[in-house]
């Protein structure tokens, strides 16, 4: 999925997640988004402790400049 939709997709989900939590009991009807929700958190925490590692890695390597990318995240 292109930038686009899978921002589209993040934007649903989060509406979605209002929805069912907003009067804070999730209803068995909810239950099945509230999972398919949880899962798609859970595989972006994968991927950005994924990116995260990879980094740090790429740092001790010497393949970033530290400097720069610390002056850049500024």
């Not at 997709?9 to 939590?21: F, G, P, R, V, W």
């Not at 907003?22 to 009807?29: L, P, Q, T």
């Amino acid at each position: 999925p292109n930038k686009n939709s899978q921002e589209e997709m993040m934007k649903k989900s989060q509406e979605m997640l209002i929805d069912i939590t907003a009067d804070g009991v999730i209803d068995d009807d909810e239950l099945k988004d509230f999972i398919k929700i949880q899962n798609e958190l859970e595989r972006i925490s994968i991927t950005v402790e994924t990116l995260q590692l990879w980094t740090e890695q790429m740092i001790v390597g010497g393949k970033i400049n530290i400097d720069k990318y610390n002056a850049l995240k500024e």
